[in-house]
């Protein structure tokens, strides 16, 4: 019975995982926070006006972790009225998300309006419909990253065991997706999308920063159209890492080759492959573009 | 279960892991824009993300004794900043399409000197693209980043193991896994935070000339930990000599 | 325009959060209103040592000082935190969380030399805020330690975020402290909802829905306020439409 739970809690975790990456990428780009956000925010200066949805809610990582800890803490209360079968966990955890995301979205709009109003000198308007237009897009992903995390904490806590309480579990999850997120997927929004018009092959000089696309395909580029792109790559690669990274760590815990040890022993095993890995796609990316070249 | 006063001791030298971890994890926030070399974000957050993964790894056997929930935090930290490597690594390659390469080696900056990989021998410069600092995470980094993981993995572990320890027998609810784990993580975020001070938001790891500076951060860290052990130890002596309740 | 001094408004919230542990320990949950003042002087000094350019995002400022802060209450909670003596409590709080604070910032002005000016004062002072909060809302919401975390957090954003949300070349102390009273009510209005769940009983307690109810109300006349502020500031604000210089 435990062997299946452990199974089951493996293959849940990993997947939940993967899914909160996505999310949670695409919530953050939709929004255009983290450290892209600093372009965004120095585009008036030079001159482009933009229309993006300028969330700023910085810190990605305490950002993540108030919305899954809410989540988390309101379905850990519920499940305690409610009974505490899957069903109620799921229910639960829905109405908790809910509740979470209208954090989101009332912590977006203040932030929005905000750092518009400080860009008074540089005549930055603040266009409603580019506000209102992308914040169900932002909530929806903020909602599936909080229902994700907290489904996450409860499988770690129930199925795979961990000691610590949901809450806590969807804190640290929420303190680590958003690390991940914003050392990940952001460099795709923050280096290609933002930058559309320069060449591709290249990192962004310094001295043309804010210099970012504020026209789309047709039109001016709202935020709508950011996941659209960046969820093609980018979330998909945040949800990989994150989602590799739990079910790993749960996948280590199911062989008892080596008593208590084993787990120790597997990760330290590939952490070795993951470093194997790093140095031949260095190799590839060497042989394949080779030194800088102006063209 | 440890003595509460060589759990002080571990909750300092954890503390000073925690902030010495930080000065070998390749960040920078202008990473984000592929504009210099390092893993896309704040420092202090990236080790807090690190760290925390550590911590969680830890709790699993967190009843089989302290040297396997050090090992286990260290090696969870790591797991997590190498997957994270990686994938920024895929992210450059394929989404950006510029090799990773150090900024600081290139321009013959770095600790050792010379322009080469100190691992792995590969010329750095000139695959930089031109008014940026080096992009991505090179082996080095990399490595250097894997041995700050550990040490913060290690760090954190030992922070929660400690506090576990002494509030046992204070409080003997089945919750007292989660204070210590809110502490833990409490005290490693006060410790990963003052060396971004030190590191002005961008760091190479090692191989980085701001290694040099580790020195302020051991000191700071060790007076602000001792400080906040010398607090725990006072408070759950008190507390389970029961003197006010 | 004449800004708030820290020291001002630290001691009226230093103050005004001691009443609030007073009054929320003898019953009268209404006194969490004592604790947005202790919210507006930690989003004050989060925005002095922010304003410098630190090496450091204003978010790790805002997390760091909370954890401080938050940390302390949760420590001293074990030892009296249930005990019928809020003053003894506050007292422990505050001296913890003031020495941490204070040596931190003295380490990150003298050993690691940062060229901000109060850093010390500064960290102080948002830890000991932070501590405040912490306090007052763990006599709120009970000595659940599931719930630590969410205290943590909920707290950390209150505080790091209305600097963050105010940053650019026109942003002013008014704004952002204004701001910082929103996210004040909010949080507390949360924290209301947390209670009603975390009491047990299946219908609300009232002393729960006081808190909502007083949270609501300061939270419409706040963002009125705030609003009004904006729309003072701000360089236009319309329904849609294009640069004016491009079309």
């Known amino acids: ?295 | 279960m440890v003595d509460p006063l060589i759990a002080t001791i571990m909750i300092i030298a954890g503390g000073v892991l925690v902030g010495v971890c930080v000065h070998f994890i390749p960040a920078s926030a202008t990473g984000a824009m592929a504009a210099a070399t390092g893993i896309a974000t704040g420092p202090s957050m990236l080790s807090a993300g690190a760290g925390l993964t550590g911590i969680y790894a830890a709790a699993y056997s967190i009843d089989s004794g302290l040297a396997l929930v050090i090992v286990s935090g260290a090696v969870g930290s790591a797991l997590m900043l190498l997957i994270t490597i990686l994938c920024g690594n895929i992210m450059l390659a394929f989404g950006i399409g510029a090799p990773p390469v150090s900024g600081q080696t290139a321009s013959g900056k770095s600790t050792f000197g010379g322009t080469k990989d100190i691992i792995t021998g590969f010329e750095q410069e000139g695959y930089a693209s031109p008014g940026t600092d080096g992009h991505g995470m090179p082996f080095q980094t990399a490595v250097s980043g894997g041995f700050g993981a550990l040490m913060g993995g290690a760090g954190g572990a030992l922070v929660f193991y400690a506090v576990y320890s002494m509030t046992l027998p204070a409080i003997s609810t089945e919750n007292v896994v989660t204070l210590a784990g809110i502490v833990a993580a409490g005290v490693f975020l006060i410790n990963s935070v003052l060396p971004a001070y030190v590191l002005v938001g961008k760091t190479e790891g090692m191989f980085d000339m701001k290694i040099r500076s580790m020195h302020r951060t051991f000191i700071s860290c060790l007076v602000t930990s001792s400080i906040v052990a010398c607090v725990i130890y006072a408070v759950c002596e008190l507390a389970v000599s029961e003197v006010i309740v | 325009m004449k800004e708030i001094q820290i020291h001002t408004l630290f001691g009226a919230a230093l103050l005004s959060g001691i009443a609030g542990i007073l009054l929320i320990g003898h019953g009268i949950s209404i006194g969490i209103v004592f604790f947005w003042l202790p919210f507006l002087s930690a989003a004050n000094s989060v925005r002095g040592m922010a304003k410098y350019g630190l090496g450091t995002g204003n978010a790790s400022i805002g997390y760091w000082g909370t954890a401080v802060g938050a940390t302390s209450a949760f420590i001293a909670s074990l030892c009296c935190g249930s005990t019928p003596l809020p003053l003894l409590y506050t007292a422990t709080v505050v001296t913890i969380s003031l020495v941490i604070g204070l040596a931190t910032g003295v380490l990150a002005d003298k050993v690691i030399r940062m060229k901000i000016p109060r850093i010390e004062l500064n960290s102080a002072v948002i830890a000991v805020s932070t501590a405040l909060i912490t306090a007052g809302f763990l006599l709120i919401i009970g000595s659940n330690y599931c719930l630590y975390p969410f205290i943590y957090i909920i707290i950390t954003l209150a505080v790091l975020h209305p600097y963050n949300a105010s940053t650019g070349a026109g942003e002013n102390q008014k704004r952002t402290l204004l701001l910082a009273l929103v996210e004040a009510c909010m949080t507390t209005l949360v924290i209301g909802i947390v209670a009603m769940l975390a009491s047990g009983s299946a219908m609300p307690v009232s002393d729960d829905v006081a808190i909502v109810v007083v949270s609501v109300c300061g939270l419409v006349i706040a963002v009125v306020a705030w609003y009004r502020l904006v729309k003072s500031d701000i360089y236009d604000i319309r329904w849609t439409g294009y640069s004016p210089a491009e079309h």
Not at chain 1, 56 to 70: C, F, K, R
């Open chain 1, 1 to 295: 019975m435990a062997a299946i739970s452990l199974l089951l809690g493996t293959a849940l975790a990993g997947f939940l995982a993967f899914l909160a990456g996505v999310f949670e990428d695409s919530e953050s780009n939709a929004g255009s926070a983290s450290n892209p956000n600093s372009q965004v925010q120095l585009a008036p200066q030079i001159g482009n006006r933009h229309r993006y949805f300028n969330k700023a809610i910085s810190g990605e990582p305490p950002a993540n972790a108030l919305w899954a800890t809410t989540a988390a803490t309101i379905a850990y209360l519920l499940t305690a009225h409610f009974g505490g079968d899957a069903f109620s966990v799921l229910v639960a955890s829905i109405i908790g998300a809910a509740a979470s995301t209208l954090l989101l979205c009332a912590y977006g709009v203040l932030s929005h309006i905000s750092r518009i109003a400080s860009m008074k000198n540089f005549e930055q308007t603040l266009y409603w419909d580019s506000l209102l237009t992308p914040l169900p897009l932002d909530a929806a992903f903020g909602f599936l990253t909080a229902l994700m995390l907290t489904l996450l904490a409860f499988s770690a806590h129930s199925l795979l065991g961990n000691p610590f309480s949901v809450p806590l579990l969807a804190f640290f999850f929420g303190i680590t997706i958003g690390a991940i997120g914003s050392s990940t997927g952001d460099i795709y929004y923050g280096a290609e999308r933002l930058y559309q018009h320069y060449i591709f092959g290249s990192g962004i000089p310094i001295s043309v920063q804010g210099d970012i696309d504020v026209k789309g395909e047709y039109g001016y580029r709202n935020s709508v159209d950011t996941p659209y792109f960046t969820m093609r790559f980018g979330g998909l690669v945040t949800g990989l890492a994150f989602g590799i990274l739990i079910f790993l760590d749960a996948w280590s815990r199911l062989f008892t080759f080596a008593g208590v040890w084993t787990s120790v022993i597997v990760v330290s095993v590939l952490v070795l492959i993951i470093l194997i890995f790093i140095y031949l796609l260095e190799v590839y990316t060497r042989k394949r573009y080779g030194r800088y070249t102006e063209d």
